[in-house]
């Protein structure tokens, strides 16, 4: 089965400091992850996605994540929070590597940037 | 930039009435979604749609629930006889399948479903 695990409802950082989400998962398969973001009224919007090729996932925006099979972990960093960061993300771990299945989402970490 | 869009943003309706929820997937997407989150849980899916028929569902996905594609633009989730603990936000999502990697869905904003 598939799950996982956001370890903090809630984060908040000062501007300019560096921002780290953490997210566990667990998975029956070789696991696709991905984080999302959503800003408020907006939809979810893709971060980055690890598919087993780097470990070192670039996405959009300065994020990056490190996949970890030996910890389990997929933790979303980015080295210096911007305003605009401000936002709920998403840690997801999807059925399957390959073609279209269903997503299955941790519970969310909301990140407050501090001016 | 293409992007899933949703409607109605909010819809308030009375217990036992009936809802469609309307989406329009990205034009050269193949496959479809419908997530829901009730206020402060997990996003859960609900279910897949690929070429006019449910490819999978979840235990949420009762006989209450149906999804159509009417046309070649719109996706819809229709709520028969609607109870309170369906108040949710309704996301709809779209991937493009492409062989031999993980598709990424792509989510419309959301439509907030109010059910008193």
């Known amino acids: 089965a598939q799950s996982v695990t956001q370890l903090d409802s809630h984060v908040s950082v000062s501007e300019g400091t560096p921002v780290l989400l953490r997210c566990n998962y667990s998975s029956s398969y070789s696991p696709s992850l991905f984080w999302y973001v959503q800003h408020p009224n907006k939809g979810l919007q893709l971060l980055l996605k690890?598919?087993?090729?780097?470990?070192l996932v670039k996405g959009i925006n300065g994020f990056e994540a490190e996949f970890k099979k030996s910890e389990t972990s997929f933790h979303l960093t980015k080295p210096s929070a911007h305003m605009s960061d401000a936002a709920e993300y998403f840690c997801?771990?999807?059925?399957?590597?390959?073609?279209?299945?269903?997503?299955?989402f941790g519970t969310g970490t909301r990140l407050t940037v501090i001016p | 930039e293409p992007e899933v869009t949703q409607t109605p943003s909010h819809q308030v309706t009375q217990m036992g009435q009936e809802v469609i929820l309307r989406c329009v997937p990205i034009s050269n997407h193949l496959y479809f979604y419908w997530y829901r989150q009730i206020l402060g849980q997990k996003v859960e899916f609900l279910v897949s749609?690929?070429?006019?028929?449910?490819?999978?569902k979840s235990e949420i996905f009762d006989d209450q629930f149906s999804v159509e594609r009417p046309d070649g633009s719109n996706f819809t989730l229709k709520i028969r006889s609607t109870k309170l603990e369906d108040s949710a936000m309704y996301f709809c999502?779209?991937?493009?399948?492409?062989?031999?990697?993980?598709?990424?869905?792509?989510f419309g904003p959301g439509t907030r479903l109010t059910v008193l």
């Open positions: 749609f690929y070429n006019n028929e449910i490819s999978e």
């Open positions: 999502a779209s991937s493009p399948r492409t062989s031999g990697s993980t598709d990424t869905q792509y």
């Open positions: 690890y598919t087993s090729a780097a470990t």
């Open positions: 997801v771990v999807s059925k399957t590597q390959t073609g279209a299945n269903n997503l299955f």
